[in-house]
C-alpha cells in the first residue's frame, strides 16, 4: 500500500480508504444508471442480440463513470485527486482534446 500511496501522492491512510470507496461506489453506479438508459432507447436484452446489447451497455457506462467519478470525488472531499486522474485517463485514451488545454510548466 505504501507504494500506491506515493505513487498517487497520498499522505494518509484514509484518504486510500475513500479513494477505494469512491471507485467502487462510481463504477457500482454507472452500471446501473446505464441499464435504465438502455431501456429508454429502447433497447434490452430481449430485443437486440447480446453481442450488440452488452458492448452497447460497456460504452455506455464510459461516460457516466467519468462524470460520477468526478462527483464522487468531489463530494468525499477528495476533489483535486480525482480531476488529476480523470485528466491522466482522458490523456491516456486520446480524450484529451476533450480537456481545456493548460499550459505546461515551460509554457509559463
Known amino acids: 500500500m505504501e507504494k500506491l500511496k506515493q505513487r498517487w501522492g497520498i499522505t494518509h491512510n484514509y ?3 475513500v479513494i477505494f470507496i469512491v471507485f467502487a461506489v462510481t463504477g457500482s453506479t454507472s452500471a ?4 435504465p438508459v438502455l431501456a429508454y432507447m ?4 430481449n430485443d437486440i442480440s447480446l453481442w450488440l446489447y452488452y ?4 460504452i ?3 461516460p457516466f463513470y467519468q462524470v ?3 462527483f464522487f470525488g468531489f463530494i468525499s472531499g477528495q476533489f483535486k485527486f480525482f480531476w488529476a486522474f480523470e485528466k491522466r485517463m482522458l490523456r491516456t485514451l486520446g ?4 480537456l481545456r488545454d493548460e499550459p505546461s510548466q515551460g509554457d509559463k
Open 32 to 35: 446501473y444508471i446505464s441499464k
Open 95 to 98: 480524450l484529451g482534446f476533450l
Open 42 to 45: 429502447g433497447l434490452s436484452k
Open 55 to 58: 458492448p452497447l451497455y460497456i
Open 15 to 17: 484518504q486510500l480508504v
Open 60 to 62: 455506455l457506462i464510459f
Open 68 to 70: 460520477l467519478l468526478v
